[in-house]
């Protein structure tokens, strides 16, 4: 995506000569075109890549179970998912009467958008001459977790707002579940950025030449994995949205397209935590021969198809024994980490 | 018997693991389910659909009437020449025949056993689905007839 | 201000196994107080049986509880037979015991693919249909229908096996073992499942004794009770099987009580296999103009051991053909009354295991 910054900046394209204090103005606005173009790319790959993990979706379990998942749309049944859009789109719109309504509109959409802010900061990679990532700053890898931390607020927000008893429970358990995983998984990060020596994950992929650094800290991995999969919401860990005990969780007042829209949001979720962790412990585009984008697609395949059998094949825990794991058990594992990571930094003399 | 006390931590986790592999296996199996209505199941020959009634086997005891549970048999007068050794062996001198109230009945077989001369019978007919809501109380010679050819294929 | 607040886990529910309502108190996510109201799904099933002749009241049974039908009938066929002094011919009693050991064993398998999914699991719940399915095309081969079937009458059964039905049912007592095997291992092996049913849903024995509570539930409290054993009505003293008991009373034991409950079916519906007689499969003189005239007095009730408890009619008859007076006593019903007691004390999330693991029917509860 900055090669399309780099031909700009070469050819020096002012709309008008127009000079406001001695700067360039069209120069400026140009560069503000150019980062709307590359923000609507990654919405629309990020996009695609949901509805495509939909389908494998619903296809790998009905496969798992034994029968023909979705077969009568389209070829092997792929436009299933553009029908079911239509019918979400054509349901009435219910708001409760004592919700609060901008409260109750607006949740759905924090649900949906650290999807399209932590695509905008991973490398992909080189494919060929593109170098194929949008922002790369020095702080990127805090920018990440920060929208990260985004998304259950929405579930909170959607499930106080609806005048709803379980949906109440819901948003509860929700804000339990999110600040219970949280600090194990920063503390995690933290060893992650002494070993490599800098905040950006363009330097700790960099550095991942030689060793990925699942090897180093494998307990760090084990936490991290762990977390993630609580930040999903997916069964063995789907207390927000338990199915068959709350009715609904928090998003039992939400019918119609604000429903659609939380399911593309779990979805997309999914594939940038798949995306984060195959990056950040795997190594993403480096690979031994030569780096380039088919590594990164690789490896969060694997992690995808490793997140839907979770889903697909474990119950689910009870939201005290839950609670437990996190604070008894990841945080001293994490901090153990943390201090394994910083003898290995202190023995090898610096950063990678 | 088993053990009560169920798995530990250690032998748990690995228990978890191996369901999970256990399920991943399943997913290279051959499929159980059939795509309906191109590929249909057979029937058991003994499977119990629709009334059929034998108009010459009648006999108009009313037998049927009185054993049917929830009053779906109901006799009605109905004028019908039979040939003539059907009259001589099944002599039905007051016209009465049955009819049956389809959307009723609960197929239990009741009145295929009490009958005397066999003249009702419970036939491999399941599919009774109408576009339209049709009269479903069944006149004495609608009940010979097959479901194709009351209503035509196209229902 | 107020700290217990009152929620209602209302007749539509995702896992309430029917149309249940409880009334729960609940402080913070622990349980207070759960009080059931039931009487959502009244059919009026022992009026309607005393309007018509004997061998009508037979349709109403068997929708008792759809799940397991064929016990139901045999409940009201024991009692009426007992009534009428009728003579059964030996193989209808051997085909009987076989076709209800085989209910049981779908009944169970619903039980079980019913219960992972209330505790979140998706896929046994395919499996487990998976098997039953091969059961109920036995019945469909059998008798002609899958899930209500009108097959026991007064004196017999409708209908012989077919040598096509004695295959299948040889086939599939081969194969079921091993499958179950596997199902099982899916959840007694998982440290989730185990820490999530372990010490939930405690019902001592004497709490048992008192709430009149019977089936799987005494069993796995402690008490070894089964009618089948202790007072048997067909040949159940000529075949040897076992009957499992447990001590601790949790969901956990009573899912063990069930699981091994399936395997001594298919023990019994081996044995059955070998020792089956020849002769008639009906009694001549009950049989068809005799189906109306039939005229009973007296009163009789045979207990029978249902896959979720005892099971037993009382009959009333005044000498003519129609009954004076049917009374039902179900299972379910005196089971769901102990699930006030159950609940104290525990959280939410154990709400649907317990529920779950009593297995009420609402056909049965409200009749």
């Excluded at chain 1, 859009?85 to 009435?92: A, D, S």
């Excluded at chain 1, 194990?184 to 490599?196: F, K």
């Excluded at chain 1, 020596?197 to 700790?204: E, P, R, V």
């Excluded at chain 2, 009945?105 to 009490?114: A, D, V």
């Amino acid at each position: 995506m900055s090669i399309l910054y780099g031909i700009l900046k070469f050819l020096h394209w002012p709309l008008w000569n127009w000079y406001l204090y001695g700067y360039p103005a069209g120069l400026w606005i140009m560069y503000f075109v150019d980062a709307i173009i590359e923000v609507v790319l990654v919405f629309a790959v990020a996009m695609l890549v949901v509805v495509i993990l939909v389908y494998v979706f619903r296809k790998y379990m009905a496969d798992i179970q034994n029968r023909i998942g979705p077969n009568r749309l389209g070829p092997w049944g792929s436009l299933q998912l553009i029908a079911d859009v239509f019918k979400l789109i054509q349901k009435q719109d219910i708001i409760p009467k004592n919700a609060d309504r901008i409260a109750f509109r607006v949740a759905p959409y924090i649900i949906f958008t650290p999807v399209i802010l932590g695509m905008l900061v991973i490398p992909f990679g080189n494919a060929s001459i593109l170098q194929l990532m949008v922002v790369n700053f020095k702080y990127t890898l805090l920018f990440l977790v920060a929208a990260m931390v985004i998304s259950p607020l929405g579930e909170v927000i959607g499930g106080l707002s609806s005048h709803n008893k379980f949906a109440l429970y819901g948003a509860l358990r929700s804000a339990a579940q999110d600040i219970g995983y949280e600090v194990p998984m920063m503390i995690s990060v933290l060893s992650l950025i002494i070993l490599a020596g800098s905040y950006s994950i363009n330097d700790i992929v960099n550095a991942q030449k030689h060793i990925p650094f699942v090897i180093p800290e494998i307990l760090g991995f084990i936490v991290f994995f762990l977390a993630m999969i609580a930040k999903q919401s997916i069964p063995p860990f789907d207390l927000p949205e338990s199915g068959s005990e709350l009715v609904s969780g928090f998003s039992t007042e939400y019918s119609g397209m604000r429903y659609g829209i939380i399911y593309m949001g779990n979805f997309g979720f999914m594939a940038l935590a798949s995306v984060v962790v195959a990056t950040l412990y795997f190594g993403g585009p480096v690979g031994p021969f030569f780096n380039s984008v088919l590594w990164i697609a690789v490896k969060s395949a694997v992690f995808m198809i490793i997140f839907l059998l979770s889903w697909i094949a474990l119950g689910r825990v009870r939201v005290d024994q839950f609670l437990n794991m996190g604070w008894k058990y990841l945080l001293p594992i994490s901090i153990l980490n943390l201090l394994i990571s910083s003898l290995i930094a202190i023995y090898f003399g610096g950063a990678f | 018997m088993q053990d009560e006390r169920g798995p530990g931590p250690l032998t748990g986790i690995a228990g978890i693991i191996k369901g999970v592999w256990y399920m991943f296996i399943q997913g290279f199996k051959p499929k159980v389910t059939k795509q309906v209505p191109e590929e249909k199941l057979e029937y058991g020959h003994r499977t119990t659909g629709r009334v059929f009634l034998n108009m010459d086997a009648c006999i108009g005891c009313t037998l049927c009437e009185q054993i049917c549970p929830n009053g779906t048999i109901r006799m009605m007068t109905w004028a019908y020449q039979k040939s003539p050794e059907f009259e001589k062996k099944y002599p039905n001198k007051r016209q009465i025949y049955p009819s049956v109230d389809v959307a009723i009945c609960t197929h239990c077989n009741l009145c295929e056993e009490i009958c005397p001369t066999g003249a009702i019978t419970l036939e491999a007919e399941v599919e009774e689905w109408h576009m339209r809501r049709e009269n479903t109380r069944y006149t004495p010679p609608m009940l010979n007839k097959k479901e194709n050819e009351l209503w035509g294929e196209n229902r | 201000m107020e700290k217990v607040v009152e929620v209602n886990f209302g007749p539509q529910h995702p896992s309430t196994h029917g149309v249940l309502r409880i009334k729960v108190k609940l402080d913070g996510e622990i349980i207070v107080d759960a009080q059931p109201v039931i009487g959502y799904l009244h059919r009026n099933a022992e009026k309607l049986s005393e309007m018509g002749l004997y061998p009508k009241a037979l349709i109403y049974m068997d929708r008792l509880d759809y799940v397991a039908a064929l016990n139901m009938e045999l409940g009201y066929i024991l009692s009426v037979e007992k009534l009428m002094d009728v003579e059964t011919p030996e193989r209808a009693q051997w085909i009987r015991m076989m076709m209800v050991e085989l209910n049981r064993i779908a009944s169970h398998l619903v039980w079980l693919g019913t219960h992972g999914l209330d505790m979140g699991m998706l896929t046994p719940f395919f499996y487990c249909w998976r098997e039953r399915e091969r059961v109920l095309r036995i019945f469909d081969e059998i008798t002609g229908s899958r899930l209500l079937y009108n097959y026991f009458s007064i004196g017999g059964v409708y209908s012989d096996l077919t040598p096509k039905g004695i295959d299948m049912i040889k086939e599939f007592v081969n194969t079921f073992p091993d499958r179950l095997e596997e199902i099982q291992s899916i959840f007694q092996k998982s440290y989730i499942y185990a820490k999530r049913t372990k010490g939930v849903g405690k019902l001592t024995l004497d709490d048992a004794i008192a709430y009149g509570v019977t089936g799987p539930l005494l069993r796995a409290s402690g008490l070894k009770w089964d009618l089948r054993k202790n007072q048997p009505y067909l040949f159940y003293e000529k075949v040897n099987f076992d009957v499992p008991v447990y001590t601790n009373g949790d969901v956990y034991s009573r899912f063990l009580v069930r699981v091994e409950e399936m395997r001594q079916s298919t023990k019994i519906v081996k044995q059955v296999l070998e020792k089956l007689p020849d002769g008639d499969f009906y009694n001549k003189k009950y049989a068809k103009p005799m189906l109306v005239r039939m005229k009973g007095s007296g009163e009789s009730y045979v207990p029978t051991e249902s896959p979720k408890g005892e099971f037993g009619v009382y009959v009333i008859g005044d000498g003519s053909t129609i009954p004076y007076r049917v009374r039902i006593r179900s299972p379910s019903f005196a089971n769901l009354q102990a699930v006030s007691i159950m609940l104290k004390g525990y959280k939410i999330a154990d709400l649907t295991a317990t529920v779950s693991s009593v297995d009420p029917v609402f056909g049965e509860v409200d009749r």
